[in-house]
């Protein structure tokens, strides 16, 4: 590899170190390369998107269950908690049906 083509790869590689990024090589299965890719394409994105992304394959990897009570907390934060909304229903009986 001539001169000018190490130094264009070390700033290459220094301008994606700036950014957080890191090069490096993985093996997998042939069937598998375009998943991997669009994967590291992903995380490599700053945003919730890939926030969540990441949380679900670590969770993947680690095998560990979800966590539990999350609809709770959702409820918890909803913007009409606090609103004392009036959430009976009147109870009646029905009809009667012949059999």
Do not use: K
């Not at 590899?1 to 490096?24: P, T, V």
């Not at 990897?61 to 539990?68: F, N, S, V």
């Amino acid at each position: 590899m001539g001169n000018s083509q190490s130094r264009a790869i070390r700033a290459y590689r220094a301008r994606l170190g700036e950014r957080g990024l890191a090069r490096f090589e993985v093996l997998g299965r042939e069937a598998d390369r375009d998943l991997i890719r669009a994967l590291a394409r992903r995380l490599a994105q700053e945003g919730p998107e890939a926030s969540r992304l990441r949380a679900a394959v670590s969770q993947a990897i680690a095998g560990e269950p979800p966590r539990t009570g999350g609809i709770l907390a959702a409820l918890r934060r909803s913007p009409l908690v606090g609103a004392d909304l009036d959430l009976q229903r009147p109870r009646e009986t029905g009809r009667d049906v012949a059999i």
